[in-house]
């Protein structure tokens, strides 16, 4: 028995790899995170703040098909976003707000030449307080579409469009694909959403920088005063700082980042469509994560 269970490892951690090989050396299978940002001014008030909590986890499923220029990649992730409304600068807000979202992913490559290769990516999105029954406001969809060029082994540039909530409302915008690696280095981006650089000091511990942009649209439900009742809420946020991944097995990544977190805005409609925005001043975070890669 422990020697088919050892089979069955050594045959996905293959398959992974080979997968990992032809799209991208930054490929993540499964995965936590857990981010933290403590209490934030709201508008420059004082006596009105903000404390949020994040978790996400993650699993993809990649396929590779018999010619090795095609993969297909199938995965689900899970967010749960705590909001600490003190003091009620939201209006209609309760003091705790608990956001969910579950993501399908789709991803396709395919290797259109030996140096050019097209990436697609489709991913709907149930986001809700899931206090109510599910309808059509809680589907969020998001998809983007690249072409990427190999210049050599270590160096790899392209070009798309994305359809994205990541800078709050639903936006086209140009995106740029990146991955630059040369010794100890390593560089990985799709600009303007994300970026990361790390340093190898040793054979399991890397150092680096990195930056996010991130945001999400949630449908509500239950949320009212006597002069209005809110139906959706908008979250977005940049993080810039160091991070740390060790690995403990050649598989597995501890991740511990943190700095500072930017541009963080919270905006709720109500439903006449009227907006009620507040922009929290720019704090300190922290971020811890648990993350399995594909052997090289």
Do not use: C
Not at 54 to 77: R, S
Not at 234 to 242: A, I, S
């Amino acid at each position: 028995m422990g020697r088919y269970f050892a089979l069955l490892l050594m045959s996905l951690f293959t398959f992974f790899t080979s997968v990992s090989l032809v799209y991208s050396q930054d490929f993540e299978l499964v995965g936590v995170r857990y981010y933290n940002y403590p209490h934030s001014k709201v508008d420059n008030n004082s006596n009105n703040q903000f404390s949020i909590q994040e978790f996400g986890a993650f699993f993809n499923i990649p396929w590779v098909f018999k010619n090795k220029k095609t993969a297909i990649i199938n995965g689900l992730g899970y967010a749960f976003v705590s909001i600490n409304n003190q003091n009620n600068p939201l209006a209609a807000i309760e003091e705790f707000i608990h956001l969910q979202a579950i993501t399908y992913k789709l991803m396709l490559w395919h290797q259109l030449s030996n140096q050019w290769s097209v990436v697609g990516v489709f991913e709907p999105t149930l986001a809700s307080d899931f206090k109510s029954r599910l309808s059509n406001d809680d589907l969020v969809i998001q998809s983007t579409a690249m072409f990427i060029r190999k210049f050599n082994s270590g160096f790899q540039l392209g070009s798309g469009l994305a359809y994205t909530t990541r800078f709050g409302n639903p936006l086209v915008i140009p995106v740029i694909p990146l991955k630059f690696e040369s010794g100890k280095h390593r560089l990985n981006a799709l600009l303007p959403l994300k970026m990361s650089y790390t340093y190898a000091l040793g054979q399991n511990l890397d150092i680096g920088l990195k930056a996010l942009t991130n945001g999400a649209n949630f449908n509500v439900t239950g949320y009212s005063n006597d002069t209005t009742e809110i139906n959706k809420i908008n979250y977005t946020r940049v993080n810039l700082g160091p991070v740390v991944r060790f690995r403990p097995k050649k598989y597995l990544n501890i991740e511990l980042s943190g700095g500072i977190s930017t541009n963080r805005n919270i905006e709720a409609t109500d439903i006449n469509n009227r907006k009620f925005q507040k922009t929290t001043s720019t704090e300190a975070f922290i971020q811890v994560g648990l993350v399995v890669k594909p052997v090289k």
